[in-house]
């Protein structure tokens, strides 16, 4: 029997297509598919990774302790949540196979081999033989070949794909020191987190707003000629004056002499990664993790393909497979099928070598756009979008005529026309990334002088798309990683969030200010670091370098870091808020006057409100709580502290839902003893309150059951205890859930039942 391990199950499902069905018997062997979801296994934090006498030096996160020491650790992995299911059918799977075959993705990171060994060594396989296919894409020829030609492996040791994904792992994993230093020397309090491209975006986005907020528009002036259709003729080394009153244009008309006239094609732009695809998306309000996210559920059903490709290109194959596909797609998106007369590979797109292939439209052509609205947001505009990028490639080239022509009587001063001739590709994908020609008739007979008011060329504002471009250009991961990175960084329901994105434009949070003002000069901040990375990994997948000699050249990019942040630190402009009186009322309380402020939560007062609380009455208001969530509340005008600092202002006593239901207090306290010591624990955990006798029997120890609410607002058991835990580099004392009631399998699947209803 041999076991053959995908990556996800849209592969195992091409697999099976390929090789005549889930087990069965192909080319004389029997064989049995099986599939992984992405990564099984993760590392375990830094101080469950050394011995006892390290932990706390580990745990902690002040930079004495730092920089930390490769062989300290033990490298540990265990499973990621919610893996326990899908690594028991695996290992159900393979567990009587005499060879296993690793058929997870093949890509130049290495990345499928390093999680097939996790999942190896994590359930603890011992087959005969473990192999490597090696395919260019999932179409069935490429299956087919790939299972005839796969390769024996020894061990993990040689195989050098699993080398090279491991050591880039673990150089990840020791660049965590970097967020603790920027967290240390920040506000104190923030967490500022600090990887190779979360770094280097901040680093890139915070100096071009530099650039664009120290930019002066002063004009210059200079003499230019314009003919009767509006081209201008200009000289490079035209002299500019301060004023308009200094330029000569006190000289005769001059005839316009044509030096050439060429025919100029362009061939269609290449196809879009996930990076570019989103970035097109940004300026129409779609988020990156939007995109990210369904189009990752259309990938599933083949309606696009492989999301995390690196690959610029297709392969014939792939164009063979796309192309009797081409005139549906066109009639889907809008495109005119008379538009794609070029309907053979173009050696600049379609290449033999590959593996997934550049993103494009999928194998499953949707009966309509409004059918992918299933998806998720964003779903028909990003088919169209990539769909009308990939037939630009069966589209006739752009084609203009360039003129070029200077003054008879200046014959410094030239022009450049551009004249239209076959929209070709344009008219299927007009993408506003590409330029847009400047002179669009032809060169006239005769230019007039006049003034012309210029302006330094000035600073684009940093975008999505300006940000994509700068990283492609250096070559820094695939466009899913960086749209990926992307999303995290300007997601802001995260904590701290370090960029603000609005409709694909960029600018600064706080904390990404903060951390903008820590990485100058650092190495974590520059993309030669990944740059270098890459250079290491090539080096490391040959065999040719030892990856433990690139890894414990962290330590000294660690302590070059943590000199240099400690000393950007100490120059770090926090900001200052200046109190506006008029956000405050006056009140007499006990015969003494004191001030308040006019709202809570983002929400004001009401004249009537305001009249009441000074009155000493209580009152009813609706606010946006912390969560996102309206909620209403109820309170008074009291005295109250905070960071020891004493203040009046209104005050809760009692939280409701909108429909009114009341909301358990998450600030109150339980208080006793634990394992010996004293303890203070929140007494509310998931909106549940434990009760007298829950708190006793977690005081005592012991495990206890209980019915929370979700975050979603849906009810869940789970047990748990009480236990010392970190978050975030904090230590707290508090309830944790250790086990959640398993539901019961519904006996037929969602599909099913439409099924049955429509029937």
């Not at 996160?61 to 028991?88: C, G, N, V």
């Not at 104190?188 to 907020?213: I, P, T």
């Not at 207090?665 to 549940?688: C, I, L, M, P």
Request: net charge positive; glycine share 6%.
């Amino acid at each position: 029997m041999i076991g053959i391990l995908t990556e996800k199950a849209s592969a195992a499902n091409n697999f099976a297509k390929a090789l005549g069905g889930k087990e069965g018997t192909y080319n004389g062997e029997h064989y049995r598919i099986t599939h992984a979801r992405g990564h099984l296994y993760e590392l375990y934090d830094p101080y469950e990774q050394v011995q006892d006498d390290l932990k706390k030096k580990y745990r902690s996160w002040k930079t004495e302790h730092l920089p930390w020491k490769r062989e300290d650790f033990e490298w540990k992995k265990k499973q990621t949540k919610e893996a326990s299911d899908i690594l028991k059918q695996i290992k159900k799977d393979l567990s009587d196979c005499e060879e296993l075959i690793i058929a997870t993705d093949d890509d130049p990171s290495g990345e499928g081999e390093l999680l097939a060994w996790e999942i190896i060594d994590g359930l603890n396989l011992k087959p005969k033989k473990i192999s490597r296919m090696y395919f260019v894409d999932e179409s069935k020829s490429s299956i087919q070949k790939a299972f005839k030609e796969r390769k024996l492996l020894e061990n993990k040791e040689t195989d050098l794909d699993y080398v090279k994904a491991d050591f880039r792992s673990k150089w990840d994993y020791l660049s965590m020191q970097f967020t603790r230093i920027a967290t240390a020397n920040g506000d104190g309090k923030s967490v500022l987190r600090q990887g190779r491209l979360k770094s280097a975006m901040v680093k890139m986005v915070g100096d071009q707003l530099k650039k664009v907020e120290s930019y002066k528009k002063e004009p210059f002036y200079e003499l230019r000629f314009k003919d009767e259709n509006g081209n201008v003729f200009s000289n490079s080394k035209a002299e500019k004056f301060k004023t308009p009153e200094e330029v000569d244009i006190d000289l005769e008309n001059s005839a316009v002499i044509v030096d050439s006239t060429t025919m100029k094609k362009t061939k269609p732009p290449q196809l879009l990664d996930l990076a570019g695809l989103s970035a097109q998306l940004s300026s129409q309000g779609l988020k990156a993790r939007t995109v990210l996210s369904t189009y990752q559920k259309m990938y599933e059903d083949q309606i696009v393909s492989y999301p995390r490709t690196e690959d610029k290109n297709i392969t014939p194959e792939q164009f063979q497979e796309l192309l009797p596909l081409a005139d549906a797609i066109a009639d889907l998106v809008g495109v005119k099928k008379e538009l794609l007369t070029y309907r053979k590979s173009r050696a600049s797109h379609v290449k033999p070598k590959g593996a997934h292939g550049a993103n494009r439209p999928g194998p499953n052509v949707p009966a309509s756009l409004e059918s992918l609205r299933k998806y998720g947001p964003g779903a028909e505009k990003i088919y169209k979008l990539l769909a009308k990028n990939f037939l630009a490639m069966l589209a006739e080239d752009y084609e203009y005529e360039q003129q070029k022509g200077h003054l008879e009587k200046y014959p410094n001063y030239k022009a450049i026309a551009n004249i239209p001739k076959k929209k070709g590709w344009k008219a299927v994908y007009d993408s506003d990334a590409e330029e847009q020609d400047e002179n669009t008739k032809k060169l006239g007979k005769e230019a007039a002088p006049f003034t012309y008011e210029g302006f330094p060329p000035k600073p684009v504002a940093p975008t999505m798309k300006w940000l994509m471009k700068q990283l492609a250009k250096r070559e820094v991961g695939t466009g899913a990683t960086r749209t990926s990175i992307y999303a995290d960084v300007t997601n802001a329901n995260t904590r701290f969030p370090l960029l603000v994105e609005n409709r694909g434009k960029l600018s600064m949070s706080d904390y990404g200010q903060m951390s903008y003002q820590l990485l100058a000069g650092t190495n974590i901040g520059d993309l030669k670091m990944t740059e270098q990375l890459v250079k290491q990994m090539h080096e490391v997948g040959q065999g040719k370098s030892d990856p433990n000699a690139f890894l414990d050249q962290m330590e000294q990019l660690v302590l070059e870091d943590l000199d240099q942040m400690n000393k950007n630190g100490k120059k770090i402009v926090h900001k200052t808020y200046e109190r506006n009186p008029d956000d405050y009322e006056k009140a007499v309380i006990d015969g003494k006057e004191v001030e308040f402020k006019k709202e809570f939560s983002g929400t004001s007062f009401t004249p009537e409100q305001i009249e009441a609380l000074k009155n000493g009455e209580e009152i009813e208001i609706q606010f946006t709580n912390k969560a996102g969530k309206e909620v209403k509340a109820r309170g008074k005008l009291e005295a109250q502290t905070y960071k020891k600092r004493k203040f009046y202002g209104f005050k809760p006593e009692q939280y409701f839902n909108l429909d009114g239901t009341p909301i358990v207090d998450d600030t109150e306290y339980a208080t006793g003893v634990w394992n010996g010591k004293n303890v203070k624990f929140k007494r509310v955990f998931s909106q549940h309150r434990f009760s007298d006798e829950e708190v006793e029997r977690l005081l005592n120890g012991e495990e206890i059951e209980c019915e929370f609410i979700s975050k979603k607002g849906k009810p869940f058991k789970a047990k748990g205890r009480l236990q010392d835990q970190v978050f975030l580099g904090h230590f707290f004392f508090g309830f944790k859930i250790l086990e959640f009631e398993k539901k019961p399998r519904a006996t037929k699947t969602k599909k099913q039942e439409k099924k049955e209803k429509s029937a």
